[in-house]
């Protein structure tokens, strides 16, 4: 931040602290700018009070607003957004979790109920059943695929219904009109975790989704290399949304808003690549005699392949594949260590495939009763399909099958 000394010749560390701006190019550049300020500087006091009321718009500090965060929300505001007729804005967060917990608080208060979705991401299924518990917020966890049940399950008190696009790992596509419908008619919200899409498959405001978030971590960053969040609304949920997530203060850093950025230019092409590899995976090992069942929506074996058509833009089906190998827990953590070309580790939507044991990794907090209620069977292996060539993934899989 510039200085103008004093009088006179200033100290060595005054003209430290002194030196010239970086020039503000006339020239528009090609690139959009970090800026990692934390704090902005203001004229007058007036100016400064004005800001920080809101009275006037700008920036001041930067767990409250900064532009490249700022940036990278509306650019994801402006995709989930594209199809609708009304304005939708955005919130950045320091990564998915921070998104889903700062939204569900802002939505919920003391005594109010959520309608969840019983086959949700592990995190969430903890925040919902533990932490937002002890602070009043009960959950009824049901089968989202079935419409009365998430009809009886809603309360006057039921504030949100949340789901997820499509779920992990068992690749459930939810119905979101008629979620939508069921939330609409009881007063509540339909909030839909579309990380597993995104919307280069699915913008679930198109079918009337109140709040959209992201894990941006995983597809829309793309490189498994920058971890955080992104929530979109209409303009009087977001303004509940930002004003949770300035107190509780999971705010995007700056040079990791740029990564994200960065990864929606490719975001369509390389979802479209991926759904296309993990539609030739799934079919390629659906008939293997060591395999029970393959999920992924691009199947015509899969509960949802009818769905999957109607919501999601030109048959892409998103990159994740769970195989649920014959011969159960040992069986299938044995087949996952016998892949030579997808590799074991945690986390999606990155460029390399990588492979994980489901129910002792993401699923690990669930016993055999609760993961058999989940579809999940004990040697699941979900595959996170990159951008490798398909045929060679293909091989890989069937090599391991074919040893076991
Ligand atoms: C569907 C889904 N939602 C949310 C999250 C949490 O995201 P993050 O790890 O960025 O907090 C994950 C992480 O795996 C996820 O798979």
């Known amino acids: 931040m510039p200085h103008t000394p004093g009088t006179g010749r200033a100290g060595e560390n005054t003209r430290a602290l002194s030196l010239p701006e970086a020039p503000v190019p006339a020239e528009r550049p090609l690139r959009m700018p970090v800026y990692r300020a934390t704090t902005y500087a203001f004229d007058t006091s007036q100016e400064f009070a004005d800001v920080m009321s809101g009275a006037q718009g700008g920036y001041s500090y930067a767990r409250i607003d900064s532009p490249t965060v700022d940036a990278f929300a509306s650019a994801v505001a402006a995709l989930e957004g594209a199809g609708l007729g009304e304005p939708v804005h955005g919130q950045s967060f320091s990564s998915g979790m921070g998104a889903l917990s700062t939204v569900l608080m802002a939505l919920t208060e003391a005594g109010a109920h959520v309608v969840a979705a019983r086959s949700i991401y592990g995190n969430t299924y903890s925040l919902l059943d533990g932490l937002l518990r002890r602070f ?112 509780l203060g999971p705010c995007l850093a700056p040079d990791e808003a740029y990564m994200l950025h960065r990864g929606l230019e490719t975001l369509p092409l390389r979802v479209a690549r991926q759904s296309e590899s993990a539609a030739a995976f799934a079919a390629a090992l659906e008939d293997h005699p060591a395999v029970e069942r393959v999920d992924h929506p691009s199947l015509p074996s899969h509960p949802q392949h009818a769905l999957a058509g109607k919501l999601f833009d030109h048959g892409r089906c998103g990159g994740v594949v769970t195989v649920h190998p014959e011969g159960g827990r040992d069986a299938g953590m044995a087949f996952a260590d016998r892949l030579r070309l997808s590799t074991i580790a945690p986390s999606l939507g990155g460029t390399h495939t990588l492979a994980g044991h489901v129910a002792t990794t993401t699923h690990r907090t669930m016993n055999e009763t609760e993961l058999g209620a989940a579809g999940i069977s004990p040697g699941a292996v979900r595959f996170s399909i990159g951008l490798e060539e398909p045929q060679d993934l293909v091989e890989d899989a069937l090599q391991a099958l074919d040893n076991g």
């Open 136 to 247: 009043g917020v009960s959950t009824d966890f049901v089968d989202a695929t079935d419409p009365d049940a998430v009809r009886a399950a809603v309360r006057p008190e039921t504030r949100v219904v949340f789901t997820e696009t499509l779920s992990n790992p068992t690749m459930t596509v939810s119905d979101l009109p008629v979620l939508a419908q069921i939330a609409h008619e009881a007063g509540a919200s339909l909030v839909v975790d579309s990380t597993f899409a995104s919307p280069a498959i699915c913008r679930p405001m198109e079918f009337g989704a109140d709040v959209v978030v992201h894990s941006a971590t995983k597809y829309i960053g793309g490189h498994s290399d920058t971890t955080g969040g992104v929530a979109v609304a209409g303009p009087a949920l977001i303004d509940r949304v930002r004003a949770a997530r300035v107190d």
